[in-house]
């Protein structure tokens, strides 16, 4: 909305006072030359970029504080985003770029027929974007890939019946949007509105070009699915830290954990539904038991020398701190070695499962809150940015914009250009780290 | 910073011997106050000047309206500098001698007296370890001592204004603290302690410390407050400091806390756990409704739980819920109540459901039999809950 | 050169502005002020706005008082009697930082003032000043409405955890802190581009008023810092929605992220406060003493040092919060260093009234209350930023009375004296000065009652945000409750005064102080486009054309006799050059 405020104030206030007479329409009344406006707006909008900038780089921040604490949980779980959708993605962005651009050259040189056709093609990509997105995100929560609150995933039963479809529910409000506007399309022809038709006829492309978007992230997200499994040798050591973490730590002892993993194991392997095969721990399990038990060994065995150290200052019945310490260390090697073996019949009471589940909230669970946040509020920025191109558009047909005032055009392309940039860091950031 | 201490103990001070600060009763206290005399006479030196020009101006070069000014100088540039660079000399200096002080207040000392803090909504319990709790921090005279400090909700800290000593304390991590007393607490009178005993019990409202300014058992003492917002009763969680001079005078106190003693009664040791241990923060026995459910209606009651089932308040009940506090909530509450596993002990739980069913209203007394096997489930309970301790101390604790 | 007789020359003055000029009366009803673009109404809307949300907050920090003056709590009684007083001070708290303090200065004075120093007929985005403006509103709705809902109890700064586990409705308050910020983004946004752009001929950087510089300053934090809040509260917002486990320690987040991403803001949001005071300090100094400020360029670049250093020294509300030995050492160092831009300008508004010609009016008062004050709440950060002190003096009454000294007694003090000084020029009245010194007074002696105990409450190691506290504080609780009590009464002295002045008040003309600012150009108050043409651009601060009329109670401006001789006078060639608007 701001960016409305930002690229639109000079141009709109053109029907305002003419109090001087050789102000041409499009100048605000408070300045005294077209260039005072541009140069006005384009600092404005600068300054709206750097804001933006600094908005995001919060998120920055907490990306790289919780991916320095725990560099493996990051590595592990940017397994389960597909790089195939994020790279489509990609491309569609840096082109709509390049044709937001072409639109800026297109309004500096009067083209109107050209202005509006690549402003129509930067929304087309940025429905399809959206689209891409819808397939990812659906896919994700239906399978408890959520923050940390609300995750529910569960290696042995990555598709858990009985959730509702998230697709259905993120694709309705578009549908719905784009039956308005091919219903508005045909009104306009029948009443012959020449202006409305020819803002609805590229709306209908745009709004069309979502559902292209959807069938490419569905065709993908299928094929991805395959490549999932191919990946696995190749990173196989980074699925090691991962599983250690995100499945180990489940509570569960050893030995039922490698029942579970063989179970899963084989069932992945007999394959009737590829797409169901998204979790990549799953072949990686031999390798990460074989590597496992001597560490936790190895563990085992440093505590212990230390254990007696430490015992023998416990000795004092004052010295609880010394105790509670050796405590706490012993917990704190389990939780690195990934070898917690709390049996569920010792501890009685429901949280000590609660706590099981913890372990992989608390690890993956952060992971997903960062990428929703970070593509959240970058996909936010998209639908705002649908908002003023589709402003813009309604102005292109009206042809607006001329060489002395294409104001507008130009901080909106500023701006897509920035959310472009946004998306070109968050893309290796989130999906290419392991 | 524009007075000195003896002017204000004039207008401040009319009863109590200190007056700036509190009684300086730790090794950091004379650092401190030194560098705050520092400080302050500094700013005095800037301020006096600053002050004084700033009214003698005002009436020097009042004028009436329509005269112009004597001078017209834009600028001075060695003025300016010089003023710009002289008082950060100052400033190093402040600089450096706080952080140096800080430095050595940071440094542990090895072999430091270790004394374990939980800070809770709202309440303190020292683990002075041997499964001995108590609100009070009891701590040696010039023996270095070291708070490991946890927090089992929010953030908290920890802050004994005689010691001039201050520390968060941030649930998920432990923070450390110390500081190495240097002024012993005295004891009162037997017989002043018993007029007191008998007074507060006539009054049946627990222990008065700021009115008494001496502990249950007759110490004096110094406060211990939270200075991090903590919620609705952050301004009385405060306990107590009793600081005591020699080491046998201490174990014999922590002695006296460690254990139920054979002769006295489960409910009445319950009754004193329920004092101690921060119940009474948020159950009242009277059946006025405080942050939990009052105990008053409690024991063999049909109780309806938050998710929409119900369950009897029972031993096993009570006991879990003192465990594990968030599993069965009672409808109308907040899951607010830390989790004492590992701090209380088998006995101790015993006890307080002993307690327990003394003022509920739902509880007839059986046949003897029946409190036999309780204590006998109590036993069995042990074994379950000891290993576990370990687990719940190192979960709070993994992120550092 | 004495008072009656005007030296000869050409005697400029613009008289008076006729109704249809008056920005003020230039069109009726209600939704021409509602839909006004025209930034004075819009500062004006926006002082009544914040004089409103300071009353409010106002009455809330008496309630403060009003429950201290007993150990066990005098005001509010009950179970739920710290509860009630834990909501009052949150609100009083968060009331006064987003809703008053940061708004105060630079959108009700500023926006007023910025254009009209400036010579431009308007800022360069009034849409967007408008919809600062509603922002403001909605963010303010969402606070009322968080108190009716179920009340704010987390203090202002949303410390987590227990922002993401209290019950309170922290996501209503947090919202409107969001949108808050939009709001001072918005308004910062703003005056850069104006001040950057709308600058006519002749107003070059360094002829700009110190109050246009400390507004940049501002603004520069304004743009930089804000959006860094709007994250951290969106990040709470979901974290107290979706637990996504960032900040919160159950989900293997940790707390202190969340202090520093909030102080990240909060920490330069507290020179948004007091840097604009410095400007309207500055500007009053000068022109209440008619004397040429001191040092303009050291003052002008200390205000961009203090910008751009407040955003290094977060970290010294953490001294005890447990962060490592180093970094904690290096917060220290940074925040010594912030202290020195802040002493140039004592010593430099020191230095201009040294021989000036002080007329002891109103907006003078202030000024110097101001100097005395908040040198006070400046010399107490060093206690504060000393690492060793801090360690006793953190999250006490020390610290409660050092940034009061420093909020109320710098930024409230000045923009009392702002707005009396302006108040001629924004309404075109003259109020009481009899009434205005009296009301300075008792504020002054009010303050001082209510925050000196304060500093020996903290030594003393009463902790803030007690609703009750052991008996030995009392006295000085006592102290501070009466202080308050006076204060109150101080600032309603200054408020009638003002509103007196609209009703009773004798018409003011266009230059009543002898200002050599723009602002004192243009009729009192200015007419809507401010200039009939682009103004004459002069040294803000050069005194001696500006000359007493005793026979019509006012000062002008008294361009001496020209000579015909080129290059006499050039400062003001090109502005000539410049008139053919």
């Known amino acids: 909305m701001s960016t409305i405020e930002a690229g639109a104030e000079s141009a709109s206030d053109a029907h305002g006072h003419d109090h001087d007479h050789d102000h041409p329409p499009f100048l605000a009344h408070h300045f005294d030359t077209p260039e005072q406006q541009f140069d006005s707006g384009k600092l404005g909008i600068w300054l709206f970029l750097v804001t933006e900038i600094l908005f995001f780089s919060g998120m920055f921040c907490a990306y790289a504080i919780f991916r320095m604490l725990r560099p493996d949980v990051f590595e592990g779980c940017s397994q389960f985003l597909n790089t195939k959708l994020g790279a489509i993605n990609t491309g569609v962005l840096l082109f709509s770029s390049l044709t937001m651009a072409w639109a800026v050259r297109c309004s500096q040189i009067e083209q109107h027929k050209g202005l509006v056709a690549m402003l129509a093609t930067t929304l087309s990509c940025a429905m399809m974007f959206l689209g891409v997105k819808a397939i990812e995100y659906s896919h994700k929560f239906g399978m408890g890939l959520l923050p940390a609150g609300l995750y529910f995933y569960n290696p042995d039963n990555p598709h858990p019946e009985g959730q509702p479809n998230y697709l259905l529910y993120i694709c309705a409000p578009f549908a719905l949007i784009a039956i308005g506007v091919i219903i508005w399309l045909v009104m306009s022809i029948i009443n012959g509105n020449k202006f409305h038709t020819a803002i609805a006829k590229p709306l209908t492309v745009v709004c069309l070009s979502f559902f292209i978007g959807i069938g490419l992230g569905m065709l993908l997200e299928s094929e991805g699915a395959e490549s999932h499994a191919e990946h696995h040798g190749a990173v196989g050591h980074h699925d090691e830290d991962h599983a250690a973490d995100g499945d180990h730590a489940h509570g569960d002892e050893h030995a039922a954990a490698e029942g579970d993993h063989d179970a899963e194991h084989g069932d992945e392997h007999e394959g009737e539904n590829p797409s169901e095969a998204d979790s990549p721990e799953a072949s990686a399990v031999p390798a990460e038991i074989a590597a496992t038990e001597p560490e936790g060994t190895v563990e085992a065995g440093t505590t212990e020398s230390e254990t007696g150290l430490l015992e023998r200052l416990a000795t004092d019945e004052t010295n609880s701190g010394v105790r509670s310490e050796l405590e706490a260390r012993q917990r704190q090697a389990e939780v690195a070695g990934s070898a917690v073996v709390t049996d569920a019949d010792q501890v009685s009471g429901a949280i000590a499962s609660v706590e099981g589940e913890v372990l992989t909230q608390r690890q993956a669970g952060v992971f997903f809150s960062i990428y929703y946040c970070m593509t959240g509020i970058h996909a936010i920025h998209i639908l705002a940015g649908i908002g003023v191109l589709v402003w813009l558009l309604v102005r292109a047909v009206r042809q607006d914009f001329n060489p002395q005032y294409f104001g507008p055009v130009d901080y909106v392309g500023l701006y897509w250009h920035l959310v472009d940039l946004i998306w070109i860091y968050l893309f290796p950031l989130l999906y290419l780290i392991r | ?400 | 050169m004495s008072t009656g007789s005007l030296p000869a020359g050409e005697i400029r003055d613009p008289g008076f502005p006729t109704r249809s000029e008056n920005y003020l009366t230039n069109s009726k009803g209600i939704l021409s002020w509602l839909f006004t673009l025209d930034h004075k109404r819009i500062g004006v809307m926006y002082l009544v706005g914040v004089v409103a949300a300071f009353a409010f907050a106002g009455v809330l920090a008496l309630m403060i008082r009003l429950h201290l003056l007993q150990p066990e709590g005098a005001l509010f009684k009950g179970a739920e009697a710290n509860n009630q007083y834990n909501q009052v001070f949150t609100l009083h708290g968060a009331i006064m930082v987003f809703l008053f303090i940061i708004p105060s200065i630079p959108a009700a004075l500023g926006n007023f003032l910025v254009p009209v120093m400036l010579g431009a007929k308007d800022v360069a985005f009034p849409r967007m000043n408008l919809s600062s403006f509603y922002l403001w509103v909605f963010g303010a709705i969402f606070f009322i409405g968080a108190l009716f809902a179920s009340g704010l109890d987390t203090g202002w700064t949303f410390y987590t955890p227990y922002s993401t586990t209290t019950d309170t409705s922290v996501i209503l308050a947090t919202t409107g802190a969001f949108i808050l910020g939009f709001s001072s983004i918005f308004t910062g946004l703003n005056f850069i581009v104006t001040i950057n752009t709308m600058r006519p001929p002749g107003m070059t950087w360094f002829r700009m008023p110190l109050f246009l510089w400390a507004t940049y300053s501002t603004s520069i934090i304004q743009v930089l810092a804000t959006p860094v809040l709007g994250i951290t509260l969106l990040l709470l917002i979901a974290e107290r929605t979706m637990h996504i486990g960032i900040f919160d320690p159950e989900f293997n987040g940790d707390p202190v992220t969340f202090q520093h991403f909030f102080w990240f803001y909060s920490h330069p949001a507290v020179y948004i406060m007091i840097l604009p005071a410095f400007g309207v300090i500055s500007d009053l100094i000068s022109v209440h003493s008619h004397k040429r400020i001191f040092g303009y360029r050291f003052i002008a670049y200390s205000s961009i040092a203090i910008a751009l250093l407040g955003f290094l020294v977060w970290g010294h509300h953490m001294f005890t919060a447990g962060m490592g030995s180093l970094t904690t050492i290096i917060f220290s160092a940074l925040t010594f260093t912030v202290s020195v831009p802040s002493a140039i300008k004592v010593f430099n508004w020191l230095a201009t009234m040294y021989k000036g010609s002080i007329s002891l009016t109103t907006p003078m008062c202030y000024a110097i209350s101001f100097i005395f004050l908040f040198t006070i709440g400046g010399l107490t950060g060093l206690h504060l930023g000393t690492l060793a002190t801090d360690q006793h003096l953190h999250d006490t009454y020390f610290v409660v009375a050092h940034f009061h000294y420093v909020m109320v007694g710098g930024t409230l003090v000045a923009f009392l004296g702002g707005l009396f000084h302006w108040w001629p020029k924004m309404f075109g009245k003259l109020y009481s000065e009899l009434g205005g010194r009296i009301s300075c007074g008792i504020i002054f002696v009010g303050f001082n009652l209510t925050f000196l105990p304060q500093f020996v409450l903290g030594s003393r190691g009463m902790p803030r945000r007690y609703a009750t506290y052991d008996p030995e504080f009392a006295f000085l609780h006592q102290m501070s409750t009466v202080g308050a009590l006076l204060l109150g009464v101080g600032l309603l002295c200054a408020l009638i005064v003002l509103l007196h002045s609209l009703f009773r008040g004798k018409r003011a003309p266009a230059n009543p102080w002898g200002g050599a600012t723009l602002e004192w150009h243009c009729t009192s108050p200015p007419p809507f486009y401010n200039f009939e043409r682009a103004p004459i651009v002069g040294d803000p601060y050069d005194f001696t054309p500006v000359e007493w009329d005793a026979e019509n109670d006012r000062y002008v401006t008294v361009e001496p006799e020209r000579e015909i001789v080129p290059d006499k006078q050039p400062e003001t060639a090109p502005a000539h050059a410049s008139g053919d608007h």
Not at chain 2, 20 to 40: G, K, R, Y
Not at chain 2, 52 to 69: I, R, T
């Open chain 2, 1 to 400: 910073m524009f007075a000195n201490s003896t002017t204000w103990s004039l207008l401040a001070d009319y009863t109590e011997e200190y007056a700036w600060f509190p009684e300086a009763a730790s090794t950091f206290a004379n650092d401190i106050d030194w560098l705050f005399w520092f400080i302050s006479i500094v700013c005095l030196v800037f301020f006096i000047p600053i002050a004084g020009a700033l009214f003698y101006f005002a009436v020097k070069y009042n004028k009436p309206k329509g005269e112009k000014a004597e001078s017209n100088t834009s600028h001075n540039t060695p003025l300016e500098l010089a003023w710009s660079i002289g008082p950060s000399f100052f400033l190093v200096g402040m600089f450096v001698l706080g952080a140096k002080s800080y430095l050595d207040h940071r440094t542990v000392p090895d072999g430091a007296y270790d004394v374990g803090v939980q800070a809770f909504k709202w309440g303190w319990t020292m683990d002075y370890g041997r499964g001995t709790f108590h609100p009070e921090l009891h701590i040696l005279l010039d023996e270095p001592t070291k708070l490991s400090m946890r927090s089992s909700d929010v953030i908290h800290s920890l802050y004994v204004p005689a010691f001039r000593a201050k520390k968060d304390i941030v649930p998920g991590r432990y923070n450390y603290m110390w500081f190495k007393p240097t002024v012993a607490s005295t004891k009162v009178s037997d017989q002043r302690l018993q007029k007191a005993k008998t007074k507060m019990e006539g009054l049946g409202q627990g222990w008065d410390y700021d009115e008494l300014q001496f502990t249950p058992d007759g110490y004096s003492f110094f406060d211990l407050y939270c200075t991090e917002y903590c919620g609705k009763n952050h301004s009385e969680m405060q306990t107590v400091v009793v600081v005591h001079e020699t080491l046998d005078d201490l174990n014999a106190w922590i002695k006296k806390y460690s254990k139920r003693g054979p002769d006295v009664d489960p409910a009445t040791y319950g009754e004193a756990l329920y004092e101690r241990r921060g119940c009474a923060g948020c159950h009242s026995v009277d059946g006025s409704k405080r942050v939990g459910p009052s105990f008053q209606e409690s024991y063999g009651n049909q109780r309806p739980l938050a998710n929409g089932e119900s369950v009897l308040a029972d031993e096993n009940y009570i006991r879990e819920s003192i465990l594990y506090p968030k599993e069965k909530v009672v409808a109308g509450y907040q899951p607010a109540m830390p989790s004492y596993k590992g701090q209380l002990s088998d006995d101790d739980i015993y006890c307080l459901i002993e307690y327990l069913k003394t003022v509920s209203d739902y509880y007839t007394p059986e046949e003897p039999a029946a409190e036999e096997q309780a204590s006998e489930d109590a036993t069995v309970g042990a074994d379950e809950v000891e290993p576990s301790e370990e687990n719940e101390e190192g979960t709070d604790e993994s992120v550092d």
